[in-house]
């Protein structure tokens, strides 16, 4: 597949879904991913009728849809109620895959309160495991992200940030867990996007997902080529560890996706990759 056609669009929030398989269909796009937290892609309002209706859109237009979890709500979860809440949430996502049928979902690791990180680590990685069988029944495929470091003055951080923290959850050993690589996070970290790539077993990546943003800076999606991140030596990276798989733009409006695409192909090409 040329490259171009493995880079896909993140619709977020940003459009009823049925309209946005329209759109990546008309816009040659081949794989998108969604949240299901509101509106109308909310979870609950996809009854038997709607699910069919979407599976069908996906096969005529022959489009891949990845369900992406919300990072707002903690995975790392310990509280009684709420932590089987929290449970509860990514098993309806795992319980829905099928029904929608979707190719991939995203999870996170949650957040921690700085001084309870290691209670809310191991609570983390349970919980995961947990989702992970529950998914390898209905046939899902979880991929774990690494996620945005905060201020280090911020009492909240996101856990999976750094290299050492996402290996943490990597001895999850199932046929339903992989990871999610987003390359812009990994650039706000010392590890980088080289530290990143050299631990990781492309094996295991099924997502990688693009923004720019500039090296050990703040958590900002831009537009690929308004930060610091190069792109080329990136795709050199990823593409000599033998990973085939689709990449995700996640940043600005639609148009900016359709946009970035471009100019992502084209700094893979001037890297000296074969994009065609």
Request: with cysteine; charged share 30%; net charge neutral.
């Amino acid at each position: 597949m040329k490259l171009r056609n493995r880079i896909g669009v993140d619709l977020g929030r940003k459009i009823r879904l049925e309209d946005g398989i329209e759109w990546a269909a008309q816009n040659g796009v081949r794989f998108i991913d969604v949240q299901l937290d509101t509106g109308e892609n909310t979870l609950t309002a996809f009854d038997a009728k709607r699910c069919a209706a979407v599976r069908k859109l996906l096969d005529k237009h022959r489009v891949q849809l990845g369900l992406h979890t919300n990072s707002a709500v903690n995975v790392a979860e310990y509280s009684p109620r709420v932590a089987d809440a929290v449970t509860d949430y990514l098993k309806s996502y795992v319980d829905l895959f099928p029904r929608i049928g979707a190719s991939w979902m995203v999870v996170h690791a949650g957040y921690h309160f700085t001084k309870d990180k290691a209670l809310r680590m191991k609570a983390g990685r349970e919980r995961l495991a947990r989702v992970a069988a529950h998914a390898e029944k209905k046939k899902a495929l979880v991929l774990l992200e690494n996620l945005n470091k905060e201020p280090e003055d911020a009492e909240v951080h996101y856990l999976a940030h750094t290299v050492e923290e996402w290996q943490y959850y990597w001895d999850i050993r199932s046929p339903a867990f992989r990871l999610s690589f987003t390359a812009n996070h990994a650039h706000l970290v010392p590890d980088g996007v080289e530290g990143f790539v050299a631990a990781l077993d492309f094996k295991r990546v099924g997502e990688v997902r693009l923004a720019d943003c500039y090296r050990n800076g703040h958590e900002i999606h831009l537009q690929p080529g308004a930060g610091n991140l190069d792109f080329g030596r990136m795709f050199s990276l990823i593409e000599g560890r033998g990973y085939k798989g689709h990449y995700t733009c996640a940043f600005g409006s639609l148009g900016d996706m359709l946009a970035g695409r471009d100019y992502l192909v084209d700094r893979a090409h001037d890297a000296g990759l074969k994009v065609d």
